[in-house]
């Protein structure tokens, strides 16, 4: 079971038990067969038995622990709301570079800081609760669900029925193997939002979206910070200039780089834990108050019995689905990071609105339909959608790329905020927009306008006769549909342009 606590104390702490898993709650007693029985009451699972049951299915959720999933109580929420209050130390501390004068000495109050995360996250549990479940008439049980064959599963000892399943049971944080781990303690995503002081010294280890937005988010606080990642460059999915620019931002924030580094043992010494870190044949020992892990995710399998549903999975790549999200048995589907490549929120929630519509109502969607952009929430953002060059060059698909950088936007040079860039890639000889690359501040919102341009088939022409408010960001993307424009501009078009106005200002 996953460690994602609810602390005992506290008015927001209190609220977001009634909400998402309250004292003394007794399951349903179940009808005799569910249209769409759903394990796993995260993003994914929420989204189905809501949608679901709203049309008028019977429908039964599972829960094991707290409604919500890991989004609301140990991911997104909670570490939005620390990111949040870190930028604003970071710009506290270059307020004179903005014409503020603030005392020398600014003071993280670290308690303060979670308190305000846990209020944050009692708010928006409300969208989560049990009570909002049940007005939809969703029947809520909170339990191990486990499979007792192709069309029945059981909850503490009840046996439910149904016709159609989802499995979106979720996942949970890899455990490095490195000797003495373990025994010295360390913090993941599912304790580190229960911490109260913060350490003083941090290791993260791991330089993927969680290691990089909590490494720069704990630095920002005060945490003397080193960053361990076992390739040459963070977020090895993105483009190598993305990644450099947040090698550089880290270098700025005073975070201790250490690319190509092995954490490779790991011992107590008192309050202390000292790490051995291996960079090719050079071994150095850092010593620490608190270790956190970011290296990957695996998807929650164990304990479903999925042999007696007959549903094929697999320890790393989760349930293994085809394009519809149907597993090897046609009544069970399933959704959310239990089987996908891309874990983020808003793909559990686009996966279960496929299981919904196919599932149900015998629709046909496909998940290889879907244009799923990402977001990695440093500073600078660094946000993605589409394909990556690499990926459009094995797929034989020419490129072409047009690249703003944002020192050359007005609003990124008001902001004084000039880091990064907007890359869009093209296919060659056209404007089809195959994929984009953005990275400045406010990178997660600009890409979703070229999420939509690609989603509703509009290319670089349209998107550069689209007027952008000025001065924002996402003039960005328009300079780089300009950039477009003008490469149409071929030297015949040219001459033909330069004689049509000489001729305009012949003598009549
Ligand atoms: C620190 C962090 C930050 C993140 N930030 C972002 C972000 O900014 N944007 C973004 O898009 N994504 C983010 N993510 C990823 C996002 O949280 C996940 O992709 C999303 O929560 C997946 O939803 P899900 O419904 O598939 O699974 P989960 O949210 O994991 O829910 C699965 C549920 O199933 C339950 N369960 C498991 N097994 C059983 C069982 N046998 N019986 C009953 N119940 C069971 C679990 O208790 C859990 O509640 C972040 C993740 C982390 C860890």
Redesign the pocket.
């Known amino acids: 079971?996953?460690a994602?606590r609810l602390l005992p104390d506290g008015v927001p702490e209190r609220e977001r038990r009634e909400n998402v898993h309250p004292d003394g709650w007794r399951n349903p007693v179940p009808v005799g067969c569910y249209n769409l029985a759903v394990?796993?009451?995260?993003?994914?699972?929420?989204?189905a038995a809501h949608a679901a049951a709203t049309l008028g299915a019977k429908v039964a959720l599972?829960?094991?622990?707290?409604?919500?999933?890991?989004?609301?109580?140990?991911?997104?929420v909670?570490?939005?709301s620390i990111i949040r209050t870190s930028r604003l130390y970071a710009d506290m501390h270059r307020a004179t570079q903005y014409g503020a004068r603030i005392p020398s000495d600014i003071r993280v109050d670290f308690a303060a800081v979670m308190q305000r995360m846990r209020g944050i996250r009692a708010r928006i549990s409300r969208a989560d609760s049990v009570r909002r479940l049940t007005e939809a008439n969703v029947d809520v049980f909170f339990?191990?669900?486990?499979f007792t064959g192709t069309e029945a599963l059981t909850?503490d000892g009840t046996t439910l029925r149904f016709k159609k399943a989802m499995i979106?049971?979720?996942?949970?944080?890899d455990t490095p193997s490195i000797p003495g781990l373990v025994e010295a303690g360390y913090l993941t995503?599912?304790n580190?939002f229960d911490l109260t002081e913060l350490p003083r010294r941090l290791l993260v280890i791991g330089g993927g979206?969680?290691g990089c937005?909590?490494a720069q988010a704990f630095s920002r606080f005060g945490s003397k910070t080193i960053i361990a990642q076992n390739w040459p460059l963070f977020l090895p999915r993105e483009e190598r200039d993305a990644a450099q620019i947040l090698s550089d931002a880290f270098a700025r924030d005073g975070i201790e780089v250490r690319l190509n580094t092995r954490a490779v043992n790991v011992r107590s010494d008192g309050g202390q834990k000292l790490v051995d870190l291996v960079i090719e044949d050079h071994k150095s020992t850092v010593v620490v108050d608190a270790i956190l892990t970011?290296t990957g995710?695996v998807p929650?399998v164990d304990?479903?019995n999925l042999e007696a549903a007959g549903v094929d999975y697999d320890q790393t790549d989760g349930i293994r689905v085809d394009d519809f999200l149907r597993t090897s048995n046609s009544r069970i589907y399933a959704?959310?990071?239990?089987c996908?490549e891309h874990?983020?929120?808003?793909?559990?929630d686009a996966?279960?609105r496929i299981v919904v519509r196919n599932a149900l109502f015998l629709g046909r969607e496909r998940l290889s339909a879907l244009t799923i952009p990402?977001?990695t929430?440093t500073d600078p953002e660094i946000a993605h959608v589409g394909l990556y060059v690499k990926q459009a060059h094995a797929k034989g698909i020419s490129v072409k790329t047009f690249t703003i950088p944002m020192h050359e936007v007005d609003r990124a040079i008001t902001d004084s905020e000039e880091a990064g860039f907007v890359k869009i890639h093209v296919k060659e000889g056209s404007d089809r927009i195959l994929g984009a690359t953005i990275v400045a501040r406010h990178a997660g919102e600009m890409i979703n306008e070229v999420t939509l341009a690609m989603e509703a088939g509009v290319g670089l022409r349209t998107l550069a006769r689209v007027i952008h408010a000025y001065p924002t960001g996402s003039d960005a993307i328009k300079k780089a549909a300009d950039a477009y424009s003008r490469t149409r501009l071929t030297p015949l078009l040219s001459e033909i342009m330069h004689r049509w106005f000489r001729w305009r200002r012949r003598d009549d």
Request: proline content about 4%.
């Open positions: 079971m996953t994602a394990i796993g009451a995260g993003t994914a699972g929420l989204v599972i829960e094991r622990h707290l409604l919500g999933g890991d989004c609301l109580n140990v991911g997104c909670p570490s939005k339990g191990e669900a486990c909850v979106a049971t979720g996942s949970r944080p995503n599912e580190v979206p969680l937005e909590l970011g995710r929650n304990g479903l959704a959310g990071d239990a996908l874990k983020f929120t808003h793909t559990a996966s279960a990402w977001c929430y």
